[in-house]
């Protein structure tokens, strides 16, 4: 796999989406010679660590302040296959930060904007030190994506 160009999304508002680009491996082809279903996750992992790192709060960033983040919802929808060589484009754009951190993902053909997969995660923030889940995100994240926490 090529490695992933980033670029952000469009200006306004605080910009809680980015995009990463890249072709697929051949070691990512199944049988049919199409991008074999289970590696879709990786693309949007790819993704959602280019999103996080743009806030200066990718994985390193979430322990040292006290929280892991894990996934404990995954959806994809394929629309179109992926073939060795094709330039896709991967957009991931959060959604929710209040009680949950919900990414949602948009794969398509980067030379005709053609849709191919749509997904979303959800993440939920555990204290590392009691393993204990959040009901509410810690205010780090909102300090980190420049957004509001619920409202009271």
């Known amino acids: 796999m090529d490695e992933p160009s980033a670029r ?10 980015h995009e990463i680009e890249l072709s697929p491996a051949f070691h ?3 049988p049919m010679n199409i991008v074999w279903h289970g590696n879709y996750v990786k693309y949007l992992e790819l993704a959602r660590n280019a999103l996080m ?3 200066n709060y990718d994985y390193p960033q979430m322990r040292a302040s ?20 094709h330039r896709i484009r991967i ?9 949950r951190l919900k990414i949602d993902y948009l794969i398509s053909c980067a030379k005709t904007n053609a849709k191919l997969n749509k997904a979303s995660t959800v993440q939920v923030a555990l204290d590392i030190h009691t393993r204990e889940m959040c009901w509410v995100c810690p205010p780090v994240l909102w300090e980190r994506l420049g957004v509001n926490g619920p409202r009271t």
Do not use: C, M
Request: proline fraction near 9%; aromatic fraction near 14%.
């Open 8 to 17: 952000s999304a469009a200006p306004g508002g605080p910009d809680l989406s």
């Open 28 to 30: 990512d082809l199944d």
């Open 53 to 55: 790192a743009q806030f």
């Open 66 to 85: 006290g929280y892991a983040w894990p996934i404990v919802d995954l959806r994809l929808k394929y629309i179109g296959p992926v073939h060795y060589e």
């Open 91 to 99: 957009r991931a754009r959060i959604v929710e930060w209040e009680n």
